[in-house]
């Protein structure tokens, strides 16, 4: 077949051929040996060294990931481009049914994972949004390929573009508010981890057929819902839970809330006001007879941990789910610090037999460097931990092979004796 000659191509030194070869999708700007003067968010050919075709790529003219493996053909043009993007998001739609139940909210389609690098959506019940890291899918016509597909996929009439200020600077693109790309609906109420009739008797202790309603707002200035990727973690922790609990760094009360059908008395914890006003709200959404109210507290995780841990206080079960402390393997001394240092106090403060969900969603952070932080802080209590699980992010946010910045969530379930 002639190949196109309006595709630009751009060349590649062999440390880059290597990460490609290893499944990896990304090309960093100093792996680049030659590039074309190219549009930013162009589709272009990547070339080895002894011109050895690689694939296509989305080009960014301005980040350090300087291409995106798209595949390993060459394309020969926008429109095949865009038929490949078509065929990926179905695939994501197809992979989410697989793989989701008892949810109205999931991820739909997550970058790199569902080889559509740069581009993340994610359904809240009957809002769903888009929200774009690369220049290339920033492109108009692009754009709406993208919502025009995504509508034919899932038949979403609300569809809102959500914006992340950082990542469109780093990628030189103008700055916008998030705004509603089709449809009028922009808030919701969205339900997790709803059993199906009959799971109840199967032992899914706590997840009552209605599930665990938020609620969802696409265009407040204040991030709400719920970390999506926790979703089965809530479900999992509830299955061990019992007495009492506390929740730290709550958010607006993912883990709180579900913990609150089993446990008989449930404490909270953030510093975030507006978090916890929302999870208030959210616990308005689930009251109902029987459940115990929970207790939202405003607080220094590390301060009221060591208030509590002083004043005495146990717990059957606390969940410590801070937010990354090491944004890069630079800060990871100081980070593996701060883990250390809850899960001590969480440690000292449980119940023979309570139960430990602690988690870490730094990226930087290995699942095995993760567990050896908290082998020293077993030791350094004089306890003893027995591991239930060793879990990630939800199946919604996939793992993709190869990359391994896509597994990013650990999340360790133990018994403490
Ligand atoms: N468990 C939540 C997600 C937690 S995200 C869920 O499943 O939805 C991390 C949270 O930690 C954020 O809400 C943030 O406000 C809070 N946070 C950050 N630093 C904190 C600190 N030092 N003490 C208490 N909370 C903190």
Known sequence: MAQDTRIPQVKVNDRAMARLRGGHVWVYASDVVDEPKAEPGTLVHVIGPKDKPLGSALYSSSSQIKLRLLCREQLASEDDLMDLARRRLAEAVAFRSQVVSGADAYRLAFSEADRLPGLIVDRYNDVYTIQILTQAWDRPSRKEAIVSRLRDLTGAENIVERVDERIRELEQLPQLAPHALCGSKTATVFTL?????????????????????????????????????????????????????LDVCTYQGGFALQLARVCAKVTALDSSREALEMAEQNEKLNSAAGRPEVEWIEANAFDLLKDYAAAGKQYDIIVLDPPAFAKSKRNLPAAMRGYKELNLRALRMLRPGGILV????????????????????????????????????SQDHPSLLGVPETSYLKCIIASIV
């Open 193 to 245: 981890n709803r059993a199906s009739p009959g799971a109840a008797k199967e032992g899914t202790a706590g997840v009552g057929e209605s599930g665990v309603q938020f609620h969802y707002d696409a265009l407040s200035g204040q991030k709400t819902g719920a970390f999506l990727d926790q979703r089965e973690n809530y479900a999992a922790a509830a299955r061990y839970a019992r007495g009492e609990a």
């Open 358 to 393: 602690t988690c870490s969603c730094s990226f930087a952070v290995s699942e095995e460097e993760f567990l050896l932080m908290l082998t020293g802080a077993v030791q350094d209590t004089h306890r003893a931990a027995r591991i239930l699980e060793r879990r990630g992010q």
